[in-house]
């Protein structure tokens, strides 16, 4: 049976549609010797033995856009834009080979384009009434509302890098971050790079030109970036921390690839790529700062040598984007950058928020100890009932990095295992350890003894709050 019949005769619910695109091989939960990805741009893990129970029918409010359906729904989103770009596989009898076989598949890419759809909508479509309307004006008025975004980020220029740098394990937290630039620097460069190619200079003679500049800018600037990494210790093969991508890290990526792939999203992608700009210029300084403290390098030159951005340049550049649309295409080409870019601006903030959640967490994990065994003492002294899931794992079953939708216990009862919530870190569990992990916080685990045995309590707001 050919692909395209095997795919037609397939149910079309929403749910139905993602698990046979996440069904492809590559996208396999992980091994314990998958921690770290090096040498197979191809490996995504999403863990799809949980798309059983996570609803992708319906879209996710704004207060909940960091929860598990979020982070496999970008993982695997991730994986459809990255479809038609341009990744290497080992050479012959490499195990990348079979993975990139499965990867480029026309079935993979027909499934994948199918799942778009439904990922994009779960995932994206609370943007629409979380935007700050721009109200009339034209593009006078979305001048200027760029322009007061770049003097509040200025102002303000995010919380994560304040709380990296507050950090007790200030190395552990600058990899950390690090990693999260890992998964958005390559995918600006393609969305920039999707744009350069077409027939449309007589429509916007300027424009070319304006995404051309910033091309070579990313492209030149990428030497400086793989030396800053590997001064960190990390490594600059693609997606080799895949499982260490925050959900609001892919997000902000996968919606640049989305505006961009949408050539009917023109501006919008042009609203999104000015946000960007301006993210970068406001944080490359605090990121010099950060890596300099962290790791004792002088190769900062990705982030000092970064453009910057002024008032009156962000003006000029918005308008001679915005201004030949507007000819064309009227005032509608002014709500559709400002759609853009306002999407970009809260995805970021999110991204931020949820950056410095992660590293506050990670850095006081001897806390969270103490509060697990104050918790379970609690729960048992009162004889609180508490929805529970216990797991018996084998030698090195892996759990592959994931989030919880609420507060979890690990509570190991017999047996070792190793876990984890960053790069290089293997924190030992053994018999009677416990730890808190709070809900939407990403982490993930492997078994070291023979078998292991743990439960995992859920934790109410109201039992957290006792603690």
């Known amino acids: 049976m050919s692909p395209v019949s095997r795919i037609k005769s397939a149910p079309d619910d929403p749910n139905g549609i993602v698990r046979r695109y996440a069904a492809n091989s590559p996208f396999r939960s992980a091994t314990a010797e998958e921690l770290v990805n090096e040498d197979n741009p191809f490996r995504?893990?999403?863990?799809?033995?949980?798309?059983?129970?996570?609803?992708?029918?319906?879209?996710?409010?704004?207060?909940?856009?960091?929860?598990?359906?979020?982070?496999?729904?970008?993982?695997?989103?991730?994986?459809?834009?990255?479809?038609?770009?341009?990744?290497?596989?080992?050479?012959?009898?490499?195990?990348?080979?079979?993975?990139?076989?499965?990867?480029?598949?026309?079935?993979?890419?027909?499934?994948?384009?199918?799942?778009?759809?439904?990922?994009?909508?779960?995932?994206?479509?609370?943007?629409?009434?979380?935007?700050?309307?721009?109200?009339?004006?034209?593009?006078?008025?979305?001048?200027?509302r760029v322009q007061a975004v770049l003097e509040e980020r200025r102002s303000r220029p995010g919380r994560a890098l304040e709380v990296a740098r507050a950090c007790r394990h200030r190395t552990e937290a600058a990899t950390f971050a690090l990693v999260q630039l890992t998964a958005i620097l390559p995918s600006v460069t393609s969305a920039v790079g999707r744009n350069l190619l077409g027939d449309y200079d007589t429509a916007h003679p300027t424009l070319r030109g304006l995404l051309l500049e910033d091309f070579r800018t990313r492209v030149g600037q990428a030497p400086l970036h793989r030396e800053l990494l590997a001064e960190a210790g990390l490594s600059a093969e693609p997606n080799a921390y895949w499982q260490f991508f925050l959900s609001s890290s892919l997000a902000s990526a996968n919606h640049l690839h989305?505006?961009?792939?949408?050539?009917?999203?023109?501006?919008?992608?042009?609203?999104?790529?000015?946000?960007?700009?301006?993210?970068?210029?406001?944080?490359?300084?605090?990121?010099?700062?950060?890596?300099?403290?962290?790791?004792?390098?002088?190769?900062?030159?990705?982030f000092t040598d970064a453009p910057r951005m002024t008032g009156e340049g962000v003006?000029?550049?918005?308008?001679?984007?915005?201004?030949?649309?507007?000819?064309?295409?009227?005032?509608?080409?002014?709500?559709?950058?400002?759609?853009?870019?306002?999407?970009?601006?809260?995805?970021?903030a999110v991204a931020d928020e949820d950056l410095a959640v992660q590293l506050d967490w990670a850095d006081r994990l001897d806390e969270y100890k103490v509060k697990a065994e104050k918790l379970d003492a609690l729960i048992r002294e009162r004889g609180i009932e508490v929805d529970l899931e216990t797991f018996v794992e084998s030698h090195e079953e892996t759990s592959t990095t994931h989030v919880h939708d609420d507060h979890r216990l690990v509570v190991v009862e017999v047996g070792q295992m190793h876990f984890w919530n960053n790069v290089g870190q293997l924190i030992p569990m053994n018999e009677g350890d416990k730890l808190l992990i709070p809900a939407e916080r990403l982490h993930g685990s492997m078994v070291r003894s023979g078998t292991c045995t743990y439960h995992q309590p859920v934790i109410t707001e109201e039992l957290l709050s006792q603690v």
């Not at 384009?113 to 721009?134: S, Y």
């Not at 919008?268 to 300084?285: K, P, Q, Y």
């Open 258 to 302: 989305r505006v961009a792939h949408d050539h009917a999203r023109l501006a919008e992608f042009l609203g999104a790529w000015v946000h960007r700009r301006i993210d970068e210029a406001v944080t490359s300084a605090g990121y010099a700062d950060l890596v300099r403290e962290a790791f004792g390098t002088e190769h900062t030159a990705c």
């Open 44 to 144: 995504r893990p999403v863990r799809p033995h949980d798309l059983g129970f996570l609803d992708y029918g319906k879209v996710l409010p704004a207060d909940q856009v960091l929860r598990l359906s979020s982070l496999l729904g970008h993982r695997m989103l991730r994986t459809v834009y990255d479809a038609d770009l341009l990744f290497i596989p080992g050479g012959e009898g490499h195990p990348s080979q079979a993975d990139a076989a499965a990867f480029r598949s026309p079935e993979n890419r027909i499934l994948g384009r199918q799942a778009a759809g439904v990922l994009e909508n779960h995932l994206f479509d609370w943007l629409t009434g979380a935007r700050t309307p721009l109200g009339g004006g034209g593009l006078a008025a979305l001048t200027g």
């Open 315 to 348: 003006a000029a550049l918005t308008e001679a984007l915005v201004a030949p649309l507007v000819d064309r295409f009227g005032e509608e080409a002014v709500a559709s950058f400002h759609n853009g870019f306002e999407d970009a601006r809260l995805l970021t």
